[in-house]
């Protein structure tokens, strides 16, 4: 796919930069005869104000409309050039650009016509930002007039068939374009709606976070966002279903090292009405004191969600706990109407009062679960254990030896709860924390994870590969998988090859399994997105090693070199931030704190900080200078320079003058490294082990 650019200009040369979605170039006018048109600003620049796709997606073929307004905020008009930087694969047709309800005429360069187009710019500007599109094809069409003060709105329709990369379709939607613009974009909106003949499986974006509805043979949802300058590709990933249940590859390999790879497993998004598991399901509550007011009410609300979606084959209980224990029933109670009417009685009275037995409520909840059927538990607490056994290696220890098949979910709300603690209880019952800060929606989270769990379609799912060798998988225990829910891998391999995949899991107490022939190549440096997630897997995984078992130097060399790899910013790399942008990255704290910071908002902080990196589908991170990703390449900011991290004192360097004829000879030497050189005027780029040290 791609992106629209509006290039104003007139006769004479350039002036200044730009604005929005596209590039803008003004230049002075012609002199002019009386009345005396206003001085020529410095800065000159019309304004992108708002940015609106809607890609429509049948059987792989994409249809994409691109709304844009420019407004010109200056007292003279301008002539421009329209332009779309192609995707050198990508054949669009049916392309038609409107401009204020007029359809405009244009070309398609290809991509070494293009090239000269994009360094003519670069040269204008005195900016290298265009190199990130150095190895696309171009569309262009003259704009005029641009009137002064006024809007201007753009369209632009065109068609594709998308690739596709591995077992997945691959949308692809240039718009990376943060160093190309003056100010953010008001309004930024990127719809979509894919429908296919076969049931639509994974969905996902490793650039944005996505809302995503989907269905058998349907999906749809989008990307929104305000005051925004877009530093990441659109890129949107979808697979179809060969049967009920399937695994989905992607992969990534540099020659002479380890591959990486992502393995979607992924089921039906709807259960067949015969086909539910039934499942035992416990909601523990903690009704204290410190719960009184708003906490206890939204608590009350999403435990009636809960109840009144359980399936008719489902078994249930709730226990609140104070100081003392009170079960709803002493025993699992069939989901009938009338023991769903008395649960919401039950909790229509339930009072915030006492204080927190957390150890005993936890050991009543796991005593009542005792079926072989899926089995879940639901824990929810505002604070720290003051009844009964307080002492939190003791709490886990007992958690530990009665958890035995039960998947625990633990709700922490507030800033009062030991994070530890609850990490560590959501650990051994192979299930996940969340924490809920005092403005947020608790009965929100109540509900969404209740709706996620309802409907589990296979208990106990577990992979192995044969053939090839794979490594650091994450997550390492998949748990269950749900209908409409994805698991998502992903690991190391050595070598290169054909091999197998074999998912083994139960369903209805029958044994399910899965065998999936594979190819993962020996040389694939297409998807580089795939490192960097794994990298903050890895990261996420090994951070929460340290703060739940104890530091050790091998978990602590391991993140320092994983990180600063791949930019990440961690207790032990936060060296790599600058003192000024160390407020904006929560993770750029002491070791020490990072290790005992238990409670409070900065303990709190610390726990989602670490489910999110273990949780991590996305390359998005904190948006700072100190560090910029492009590719498989990360930057450090070091003297005002942008430094590839792989460059390294001593190593053999070539200096180039930022816009000489060397820079661009270069750039045609190795244009698939022009996106790196894009970054900055003044950068250091590794080639083939020579560091090329552009200065101005």
């Given at each position: 796919?791609?992106?629209?650019?509006?290039?104003t200009?007139?006769?004479?040369?350039?002036?200044?930069?730009?604005?929005?979605?596209?590039v803008?170039?003004?230049?002075?006018p012609?002199?002019?005869?009386?009345p005396?048109?206003?001085p020529w600003?410095k800065?000159?620049?019309?304004?992108l104000?708002?940015h609106?796709?809607?890609?429509?997606?049948?059987?792989?073929?994409?249809?994409?409309?691109v709304?844009?307004?420019f407004?010109n905020?200056?007292?003279?008009?301008?002539?421009?050039v329209?332009?779309?930087p192609?995707p050198?694969k990508?054949f669009?047709?049916?392309f038609s650009l409107?401009?204020?309800?007029k359809?405009l005429s244009?070309?398609?360069?290809?991509?070494?016509?293009?090239?000269?187009?994009?360094?003519?710019?670069?040269?204008?500007?005195r900016?290298?930002?265009l190199?990130?599109y150095?190895?696309?094809?171009?569309?262009?069409?003259?704009?005029?007039?641009?009137l002064p003060?006024k809007?201007?709105k753009?369209?632009v329709?065109?068609?594709?068939?998308?690739?596709?990369?591995?077992?997945?379709?691959?949308l692809?939607?240039?718009?990376?374009?943060?160093g190309?613009?003056?100010k953010?974009?008001?309004?930024?909106?990127?719809s979509?709606?894919?429908?296919c003949?076969?049931p639509?499986?994974?969905?996902?974006s490793?650039?944005?976070?996505?809302?995503?509805?989907r269905?058998?043979?349907?999906a749809?949802?989008?990307?929104?966002?305000t005051n925004l300058?877009?530093?990441?590709?659109?890129?949107?990933?979808?697979?179809?279903?060969?049967?009920?249940?399937?695994?989905s590859l992607?992969?990534?390999k540099?020659?002479k090292?380890d591959?990486?790879?992502?393995?979607?497993i992924s089921?039906?998004s709807?259960?067949?009405?015969?086909l539910?598991?039934?499942k035992?399901?416990?909601f523990?509550i903690?009704?204290?004191?410190?719960m009184?007011?708003e906490k206890i009410e939204?608590?009350?609300?999403?435990?009636?969600?809960?109840v009144e979606?359980l399936?008719p084959?489902d078994q249930f209980?709730?226990?609140s706990?104070?100081s003392?224990?009170?079960?709803?029933?002493?025993e699992l109670?069939?989901?009938?109407?009338?023991n769903?009417?008395?649960a919401?009685?039950?909790i229509?009275?339930?009072?915030?009062?006492?204080?927190t037995?957390?150890?005993?409520?936890?050991?009543?909840?796991?005593?009542i679960l005792?079926?072989n059927r899926?089995?879940?538990?639901?824990?929810?607490?505002?604070g720290l254990?003051?009844v009964?056994v307080?002492?939190?290696e003791?709490?886990?220890e007992?958690v530990?030896t009665?958890?035995k098949k039960t998947r625990?979910?633990?709700f922490?709300?507030?800033?009062?709860?030991?994070?530890i603690?609850?990490?560590r209880?959501a650990?051994v019952?192979?299930g996940?924390?969340e924490?809920?800060?005092?403005k947020?929606?608790?009965?929100?989270?109540?509900?969404?994870?209740?709706?996620k769990?309802?409907?589990?379609?296979?208990?106990?799912v577990?992979?192995?590969?044969l053939?090839?060798?794979?490594?650091?998988l994450h997550p390492?225990?998949?748990?269950?998988?749900?209908?409409?829910?994805d698991?998502?891998i992903?690991?190391?391999?050595?070598?290169?090859?054909?091999?197998?995949i074999?998912?083994t899991?139960k369903?209805?107490?029958?044994?399910?399994?899965l065998?999936?022939?594979?190819?993962?190549?020996?040389?694939?440096e297409?998807?580089?997105?795939i490192?960097l997630?794994?990298?903050?897997k890895?990261v996420?995984?090994l951070l929460?090693?340290?703060?739940?078992?104890?530091?050790?130097?091998?978990?602590?060399?391991?993140?320092v070199?994983v990180?600063?790899k791949?930019?990440?910013?961690?207790?032990?790399t936060s060296y790599?931030?600058?003192?000024e942008?160390?407020?904006l990255?929560?993770m750029?704290?002491p070791?020490?704190?990072?290790?005992?910071e238990?409670?409070?908002?900065g303990?709190v902080?610390?726990?989602?900080?670490?489910?999110?990196?273990?949780?991590?589908?996305?390359v998005r991170g904190?948006?700072?200078?100190?560090?910029?990703?492009?590719?498989?390449k990360?930057?450090?900011?070091?003297?005002?320079?942008?430094?590839?991290?792989?460059?390294?004192?001593?190593?053999?360097e070539?200096?180039?003058?930022?816009?000489?004829p060397?820079?661009?000879?270069l750039l045609?030497?190795?244009?698939?490294?022009?996106?790196?050189?894009?970054?900055s005027p003044?950068?250091?780029?590794v080639i083939?082990?020579?560091?090329?040290?552009v200065?101005?």
């Amino acid at each position: 796919m791609m992106k629209g650019m509006l290039i104003t200009m007139t006769i004479l040369g350039l002036v200044q930069v730009l604005s929005g979605d596209g590039v803008i170039i003004p230049v002075e006018p012609e002199p002019t005869p009386m009345p005396v048109r206003p001085p020529w600003p410095k800065k000159t620049y019309l304004e992108l104000r708002d940015h609106y796709v809607k890609i429509n997606i049948h059987n792989s073929i994409a249809r994409v409309e691109v709304e844009e307004t420019f407004y010109n905020p200056y007292d003279f008009q301008m002539e421009g050039v329209y332009i779309f930087p192609i995707p050198q694969k990508t054949f669009p047709s049916k392309f038609s650009l409107i401009v204020n309800g007029k359809e405009l005429s244009g070309e398609v360069l290809e991509r070494d016509e293009a090239r000269k187009i994009y360094e003519d710019i670069v040269r204008r500007l005195r900016d290298p930002a265009l190199l990130e599109y150095y190895e696309h094809n171009l569309f262009r069409a003259r704009v005029f007039p641009i009137l002064p003060r006024k809007e201007i709105k753009t369209t632009v329709r065109y068609e594709y068939e998308l690739q596709r990369k591995g077992d997945y379709y691959e949308l692809f939607y240039p718009f990376k374009i943060e160093g190309l613009i003056a100010k953010p974009i008001q309004e930024v909106t990127i719809s979509f709606k894919i429908v296919c003949d076969l049931p639509i499986k994974q969905v996902f974006s490793p650039t944005h976070e996505i809302d995503i509805d989907r269905k058998e043979g349907a999906a749809e949802g989008g990307y929104e966002a305000t005051n925004l300058s877009p530093n990441q590709d659109f890129i949107l990933y979808y697979a179809v279903a060969r049967e009920d249940f399937d695994l989905s590859l992607l992969s990534y390999k540099k020659r002479k090292e380890d591959g990486f790879f992502l393995l979607g497993i992924s089921g039906p998004s709807e259960p067949p009405e015969d086909l539910v598991l039934p499942k035992d399901i416990v909601f523990v509550i903690d009704c204290s004191g410190s719960m009184s007011g708003e906490k206890i009410e939204q608590a009350k609300k999403g435990l009636r969600f809960f109840v009144e979606n359980l399936n008719p084959s489902d078994q249930f209980n709730i226990i609140s706990f104070s100081s003392s224990i009170k079960p709803f029933r002493k025993e699992l109670m069939k989901a009938t109407r009338a023991n769903i009417t008395a649960a919401k009685d039950f909790i229509k009275d339930l009072r915030a009062r006492g204080g927190t037995d957390i150890n005993g409520a936890l050991l009543e909840g796991l005593k009542i679960l005792r079926s072989n059927r899926p089995s879940y538990l639901l824990f929810l607490t505002d604070g720290l254990p003051t009844v009964g056994v307080t002492n939190l290696e003791k709490i886990v220890e007992n958690v530990e030896t009665k958890v035995k098949k039960t998947r625990i979910f633990v709700f922490g709300v507030g800033y009062d709860v030991n994070t530890i603690l609850l990490d560590r209880v959501a650990e051994v019952g192979s299930g996940l924390p969340e924490y809920i800060e005092p403005k947020e929606d608790l009965e929100l989270a109540i509900s969404s994870l209740s709706s996620k769990i309802m409907a589990p379609a296979l208990e106990g799912v577990e992979v192995n590969f044969l053939g090839i060798e794979v490594y650091d998988l994450h997550p390492e225990e998949l748990g269950d998988l749900f209908y409409g829910q994805d698991i998502t891998i992903a690991g190391r391999y050595r070598g290169s090859g054909q091999g197998w995949i074999n998912l083994t899991a139960k369903r209805m107490d029958r044994k399910v399994s899965l065998r999936r022939e594979f190819v993962l190549p020996g040389h694939d440096e297409d998807l580089d997105f795939i490192p960097l997630i794994w990298a903050k897997k890895r990261v996420g995984f090994l951070l929460s090693e340290i703060r739940l078992h104890g530091e050790n130097q091998e978990l602590v060399d391991e993140i320092v070199a994983v990180a600063k790899k791949y930019g990440i910013v961690t207790p032990y790399t936060s060296y790599l931030v600058r003192d000024e942008e160390r407020l904006l990255v929560p993770m750029a704290l002491p070791a020490e704190r990072f290790k005992t910071e238990a409670t409070g908002r900065g303990g709190v902080q610390i726990a989602k900080d670490i489910i999110e990196m273990k949780k991590a589908e996305t390359v998005r991170g904190p948006q700072i200078r100190s560090i910029r990703q492009s590719g498989s390449k990360t930057f450090y900011l070091k003297d005002g320079i942008y430094v590839d991290g792989e460059y390294r004192e001593g190593m053999k360097e070539k200096k180039i003058r930022f816009l000489s004829p060397g820079y661009f000879a270069l750039l045609k030497k190795f244009p698939e490294y022009a996106r790196y050189f894009g970054l900055s005027p003044e950068i250091v780029v590794v080639i083939k082990g020579v560091a090329y040290r552009v200065l101005l």
